[in-house]
């Protein structure tokens, strides 16, 4: 996928992105790959970037309301919150992580509606404040919920970016000291591949209770 082929995927994810913004994509993916001969800052290969990186990055952006608040969590070199600020001017957009490597990168190619965070998700006291929650895997599903949970604002969303092979344990997982309440499962194609996401869709309907997040190591003994 050339850059076009992706301006033309992302106007059937409902974004018209101008020429300037998709320069700007293309900027970014050359620094990415020339970063990563030293820097092993991904796994994808260069000729993949725009499809499994960007437009992947941008297939929940029509989940995400008008002028919200969003969070990434785990961004590594920026996804999905660079994309979706990029595309999304109207987005104030963090990206966390704990990873300096990857956010050096990230510091280098700031957005004006883009804001970093180094620091680990289990000690962040940001909570109730965002709109929309998100994240690429970061984690098995129910550590990854429970570490996004306390940040999303009563009445938000919280949007984890899964694979098919979570499906069975979306309903598993006990959401209810999160203050979470799960609405739907969508599953979506990435365009011209055969890759098809799972994003399970969750309300924040109550405050998610202290003490959650738990330290990593007791999320992850004891998972949900």
Not at 23 to 40: G, P
Not at 88 to 112: C, I, W, Y
Not at 189 to 211: A, C, D, M, N, S
Request: charged share 30%.
């Amino acid at each position: 996928m050339n850059a076009r082929q992706f301006q033309q995927a992302v106007e059937t994810l409902g974004v018209q992105l101008s020429d300037a913004q998709v320069d700007r994509f293309r900027e970014f993916e050359d620094a990415l790959y020339r970063a990563n001969e030293v820097m092993n800052l991904t796994r994808v290969p260069q000729d993949d970037c725009w499809q499994r990186h960007f437009l992947d990055s941008l297939l929940i952006q029509d989940l995400i309301p008008p002028g919200s608040k969003v969070l990434d969590i785990g961004t590594g070199p920026g996804f999905p919150a660079w994309p979706l600020a990029c595309a999304r001017p109207d987005l104030q957009v963090t990206a966390l992580d704990s990873n300096g490597k990857m956010l050096g990168f990230l510091e280098s190619h700031k957005l004006e509606n883009l804001r970093i965070v180094n620091g680990r998700a289990e000690e962040w006291d940001e909570r109730e404040r965002f709109d929309f929650v998100t994240g690429r895997a970061v984690a098995p599903l129910s550590a990854q919920l429970e570490i996004s949970a306390p940040f999303c604002r009563i009445g938000g969303l919280v949007v984890p970016m899964r694979s098919l092979s979570d499906s069975d344990s979306v309903a598993k997982i006990d959401i209810h000291p999160l203050g979470l309440s799960a609405e739907r499962c969508e599953e979506r194609r990435l365009p011209e591949t055969e890759i098809v996401r799972l994003f399970p869709i969750y309300k924040k309907v109550q405050k998610t209770q202290r003490g959650f997040p738990r330290r990593w190591a007791e999320l992850k003994k004891n998972p949900l």
